[in-house]
């Protein structure tokens, strides 16, 4: 696990790369773009099974993390006036599945920045509000019940752009988020090039058999003419 300061108000950034970004979200055009990219990292960086999406959605985006203190859970609101365009929202809510971390307000705000979405090692809420406007969150549960931030006006109870640990894997900020239905794929920033050219030739020559099968092809056929399914 990362060494995650004990101090929760630092606010850190980082830099972005659009370029690179838009490597990946041609990939994600692809079926089953988390397993391609879970495929190339010989399946590292992939989140715990349980975090999933609220809605059908998928979403590319570099990390901006959140860790937050367990047990005393409050809303990521600092992370919304950070958080750019391409961003994706990561938050450490210590796996709590009782309260709510984020919702509809909060998924409203933080698409007006051009941020894409967020995932949370917790729990969500507003899932109507927010598949409304398209705004999708990958979560472990989903409850009505919020935190007390509304009421304490606490809002400083975080640390953002730290190393932290969502789902059982270590996300830096900047990090490459590759989140669909089947989960999310956590790509380090520093061999983010190289995996994404290797996920692209992945999801190319998945498309070319899957034209194949479109064809009647056999197993045998798939296998003498690609050497793999």
């Avoid at 060494?3 to 041609?26: A, G, I, Q």
């Avoid at 919020?146 to 809002?155: A, C, I, N, Q, Y």
């Amino acid at each position: 696990m990362p060494d995650v300061s004990t101090d929760l108000r630092v606010f850190n950034d980082f830099e972005r790369n659009p370029e690179l970004l838009k490597k990946f979200d041609k990939v994600l055009e692809a079926y089953s773009a988390a397993a391609i990219f879970a495929d190339v990292q010989y399946r590292t960086g992939v989140m715990d099974s349980a975090i999933k999406p609220a809605f059908r959605a998928k979403v590319t985006g570099q990390a901006v993390t959140v860790q937050l203190s367990k047990g005393d859970l409050v809303d990521p609101l600092r992370a919304l006036e950070m958080g750019q365009p391409g961003d994706v929202i990561v938050v450490d809510a210590g796996g709590d599945r009782q309260t709510s971390v984020c919702g509809g307000l909060m998924g409203g705000l933080a698409k007006n920045r051009g941020i894409r979405g967020m995932i949370v090692d917790g729990t969500g809420r507003d899932t109507d509000e927010l598949e409304d406007i398209n705004w999708p969150i990958w979560t472990r549960a989903i409850t009505p019940r919020g935190t007390h931030t509304m009421f304490s006006e606490r809002k400083e109870e975080l640390s953002i752009n730290v190393p932290i640990a969502c789902g059982g894997v270590v996300v830096n900020p900047g990090d490459f988020i590759v989140a669909d239905l089947m989960g999310v794929v956590v790509v380090p920033q520093d061999i983010a090039e190289e995996t994404v050219r290797l996920a692209q030739e992945q999801a190319d020559r998945e498309e070319e058999t899957r034209k194949w099968v479109a064809q009647g092809k056999t197993v045998e056929d798939l296998l003498n003419e690609f050497g793999r399914i």
